[in-house]
DNA sequence: CGGCGATGTTACTGACCGGTACGTCCTGCC
DNA sequence: GGCAGGACGTACCGGTCAGTAACATCGCCG
């Protein structure tokens, strides 16, 4: 009971408004007195618990890092042994979503689309949650018994990719229903049959 | 021969410079200036061939999309009467183009993330740009003989968005290596077998 | 030669950007 | 009760943003 009941919401609230309309808006488009104006704080204060606008770009990056592998991983326990199943689950909440007006793809893709230099600290997070993704989905084909791994692996990583890009562009009719669908076929047409 | 033999350069320049620059660097992270000292001009001249910034980057998206059809209808005339190779032919430069260090995706999608309003005039361009590649990739699936056509030409849509979006996050060992493979397996697989 | 359209030059606007120096208030502890 | 220290706000900084006004200059064409 140290520490405090109440813990001072400021940085928390300047969290979850910079992570509304970072996503919604973009990074670039949001300036620091819109965030602190909605969030009711002032600007020192976001200053106090953040360095940069990059950092806080980077700490709604990780924010959205974590609660995408919460998304992700949500199979798992349903299925714990069933790889295949396991993804289909992603890909269906992922399919219903993308197809939804006003759907604003990943926030991590996106940033890496803004900022495209290396060495930004928003785009290293991004990175690092791509690179995760790609391995965790060549696992996860391993799994399957895939032929080739690797390449199914990859194949799903740009289903996925094209479903949160597309997302955005078509809205409610795009291509991304027809994911769950393509995916399976893919992944029947790289698993030997085991008649 | 009354249209001028030297069409007076700085319209054109302006043109160029903002291509490369927003291409590069995304739309919201150049400002005019920087167009404008690179271009060799001044602002007021940038500001007599187009009436905003908005305005200036639909035109960068103008030149996109044409470049982009002729990329992509590259491989008609080599295949008059194959639309798997013609697709093909696009596939190939486009997983060598995304498996490149540096490579930046496409700038139309790039621009949609940038302008996610429906009624910024750049968003509009890329909107119909998708519009129009997702019906003709419909048409060259059905024209393969693909069971079911808007299924096909919506799962070659997303795992071209997926190598824009995958090519500039991983660069030189990327997903987008897979492409072709991936493509030709999932089209296998859609076309009833013709034995 | 005269004139006109395209371009350059300079200087400016008001809004907004990210970031900060400094004062004030509230709380908990002795 | 009074003081220390942290949390917060007020007011401001210099720089950059997109866009414009007023005027000078060039070069082509009749």
Redesign the interface.
């Known amino acids: 009971m140290k520490t405090k009941t109440v813990p001072p919401r400021a940085a928390d609230r300047i969290r979850e408004t910079a992570r509304d309309l970072f996503y ?3 990074i ?2 949001i300036g620091v007195d819109e965030i602190v104006s909605r969030a009711g704080v002032t600007k020192p204060t976001l200053y106090r618990s953040f360095s940069s606008k990059d950092e806080l770009a980077a700490a709604y990056l990780e924010d959205y890092d974590k609660a995408f592998w919460q998304r992700f991983e949500l199979g798992s326990g349903e299925h714990p042994d069933d790889p295949r199943a396991q993804l289909r689950v992603y890909l269906e909440g992922l399919a219903r979503r993308a197809t939804q007006s006003g759907y ?2 990943c926030g991590l ?2 940033a ?3 900022y ?1 230099q290396g060495d930004h600290p928003a785009r290293k997070v ?2 690092a949650n ?2 995760a993704l ?1 391995k965790r989905l060549v696992a996860m084909a391993k799994a399957m018994g895939a032929a080739a791994p ?2 199914l ?3 799903l ?10 997302g ?3 809205g409610k009719g795009g ?5 769950v ?2 995916a399976d ?2 992944i ?3 698993i030997p049959r085991k008649k």
Do not use: C
């Not at 291509?175 to 994911?179: E, N, Q, T, V, Y």
């Open positions: 919604r808006e973009g670039r488009a604003r793809g893709s996106n890496a689309v803004e495209p991004a990175e791509k690179r790609r690797d390449e692996g990859d194949g990583l740009l289903l996925i990719e094209g479903v949160y890009s597309s955005q562009l078509f291509p991304a229903r027809a994911l669908a393509i076929r893919l029947d047409a790289s």
